[in-house]
């Protein structure tokens, strides 16, 4: 059955086609019919007007032909998704996406659908009952939400959000992690929405949960110790539903349904930095940029309005809004899609790591809120940034253990010198002889030690091993032991710190020689 929109065109067309054969310019056609002349041209050019006036609105959208196998593929993966998430997939994937109106995405959508048969399948919402308007920086709205994600290799996640709305603007904020929250993570959650506002709001709306609360009786509410404290601190008024009364909290309700049915439902799985970053975007792009079918208004432009009559937020030194990540396997963080080091052995130290950042740099810090790592922030995905003191990098330990044994000494930096000075006469077995002068530094007292330590700078001794047996013998000249040389290692002479070091196979068949006892009292004398 022809529409009224194709009757019309039908009958258009005909009367252009008089018109042109009485001779009538297109310009006077134009004015005639009331139709732009580019429309007119349009009509002439086509092979077969008719048959091209009744194929389905739908199946001429050729500003978007080009993404077909896009949305083909997206609909065979979630067939149950709208034409308006169509849309934001489209606009998330595709920066050149050509300006076209709802209707055209709705048309090309069920075009597609058409096409290819993909029969949408139905998906169950629940519908809650408007409350009283609110005025701005009223009221805010929390909800938590979970939802599994499927990864291009076909592997579950499961992800947790926090979600919160302003109920007069409907601005709204989404935090995604890999745990269930607790209450700690849902106050830094806070923060982070605090912060994304600039302000908090003079109340906000709960359901019972545990994440918050204890336990309720007849209006005595306990919270949590975490909660409790968190709300000395945060001067802001909270709402409690009752159970089962969703409809108290109605606006959050329909954000979570939101988030889950428009950025959540049918995306790939990546990780949850990628995710956390995806859903900014999403907010900016759609959540907070679209026009809200309730109000009729754009979140993001209300937000204007009312985030002057948000309280002030000054971050609380003791929730600072930290965001953790978990440490690989391989001492890699992941940020933004990339991989940045930390030191070897913080995956077995600090599996749980605080990042923090600016436009240029990463910053990654141990939960004691050490400083493990710091990155220049490169682009793309998918890179790894490695700092070569990350690496397993001899020379590198080797300049860490020299500078942990020169504190140890009353003069670290003649230490340091002399250390410096011993590794590099012993070159690749430079860390075994720092071992042997570091545990020489644990077994010989102070006094002994910096004796030894003198003895051996004078004389040009760069030896671990002689340093740990001229260590020995003032320890026994120290207690006056008659046997002081028995079983004593050779001490180097000024000659012996000369010879060239040994291959690896002699290295390790040598055996440790004895020395008479005058050689170690014509060196001290």
Same mark, same amino acid.
Not at 69 to 90: G, I, M, N, P, Y
Not at 222 to 236: C, E, H, V, W
Not at 350 to 356: A, F, L, S, T
């Given at each position: 059955?022809?529409?009224t ?43 077969? %007007? @008719? ?7 739908? &199946?001429?959208? /050729?500003?978007?032909?080009?993404? @077909? ?43 597609v ?22 005025m ?18 076909g ?20 935090? +995604? ?6 209450? @700690? ?9 605090f ?16 994440? %918050? ?31 089962a009364? /969703? ?21 790939? +799985?990546?990780?949850?930095s ?13 959540g ?13 432009e209300?937000?204007?309005? @009312? ?5 002030? %937020?000054?971050?609380? $030194? ?32 600090? $599996? ?80 075994? &002889? ?32 002689? %340093? ?6 003032y320890?026994l000249?120290?207690i ?6 028995e ?24 055996? $440790? ?13």
């Amino acid at each position: 059955m022809l529409k009224t929109a194709q009757l019309q065109k039908l009958m258009n067309y005909q009367k252009l086609l008089a018109l042109r054969e009485s001779g009538a310019s297109l310009s006077q056609i134009s004015r005639e019919l009331g139709i732009s002349r580019k429309t007119l041209y349009k009509w002439l050019s086509q092979p077969d %007007f @008719e048959h091209w006036v009744l194929v389905d609105a739908e &199946q001429r959208c /050729p500003k978007l032909s080009d993404y @077909e196998h896009f949305v083909k593929t997206r609909l065979e993966r979630c067939s149950s998704a709208s034409s308006a998430q169509v849309r934001d997939w489209l606009h998330e994937h595709y920066d050149d996406l050509p300006e076209v109106c709802e209707k055209t995405f709705y048309n090309f959508t069920q075009y597609v659908r058409k096409k290819h048969n993909i029969i949408k399948k139905s998906r169950n919402f629940r519908d809650y009952q408007p409350i009283p308007a609110m005025m701005y920086g009223e009221q805010a709205q929390v909800d938590f939400g979970q939802d599994w994600l499927v990864d291009n290799d076909g592997q579950k996640h499961k992800v947790y959000f926090f979600a919160i709305v302003l109920s007069c603007s409907r601005y709204k904020y989404v935090y +995604f992690q890999d745990t269930p929250f607790t209450s @700690e993570t849902a106050i830094l959650a806070h923060e982070q929405a605090f912060a994304y506002y600039g302000g908090v709001p003079a109340q906000v709306v709960y359901d019972q949960d545990r994440v %918050f609360v204890v336990s309720e009786n007849k209006g005595a509410i306990i919270y949590t110790q975490a909660f409790s404290s968190y709300l000395k601190s945060r001067k802001f008024k909270v709402y409690l539903c009752r159970k089962a009364d /969703p409809e108290s909290k109605g606006k959050i309700e329909n954000v979570v349904g939101y988030v889950k049915g428009n950025f959540l439902h049918g995306r790939v +799985f990546e990780n949850i930095s990628l995710l956390n970053t995806a859903a900014l975007a999403w907010l900016e792009r759609t959540g907070n940029g679209r026009v809200h079918n309730g109000t009729g208004l754009v979140p993001a432009e209300e937000f204007k309005k @009312e985030q002057s009559h948000l309280q002030v %937020f000054t971050p609380l $030194p003791s929730f600072i809004p930290y965001t953790y990540r978990q440490v690989r396997k391989d001492n890699l963080v992941c940020f933004q899609g990339n991989f940045y080091s930390v030191p070897l052995g913080t995956y077995y130290e600090n $599996p749980k790591v605080i990042i923090e950042s600016d436009k240029e740099w990463l910053y990654i810090y141990s939960e004691a809120h050490q400083e493990l790592a710091r990155h220049l922030i490169v682009t793309g995905k998918h890179q790894q940034v490695i700092a070569e003191s990350h690496l397993r990098n001899s020379q590198y330990l080797v300049l860490k253990l020299i500078e942990s044994l020169a504190e140890q000494f009353v003069e670290p930096e003649l230490a340091k010198t002399y250390l410096t000075q011993v590794a590099e006469k012993w070159n690749r077995y430079a860390k075994g &002889q720092l071992n042997t002068i570091e545990k020489t530094l644990e077994k010989h007292p102070k006094d002994v030690i910096e004796r030894t330590f003198r003895f051996c700078r004078e004389q040009k001794v760069y030896s671990g091993t002689d %340093f740990s047996q001229i260590a020995r013998y003032y320890e026994l000249e120290k207690i006056g032991n008659p046997n002081i040389g028995e079983g004593v290692e050779s001490a180097p002479t000024t000659a012996s710190a000369k010879v060239e070091h040994p291959s690896a196979d002699t290295w390790a068949a040598m055996e $440790p020689q004895k020395t008479d006892i005058e050689l170690f009292e014509q060196l001290f004398n």
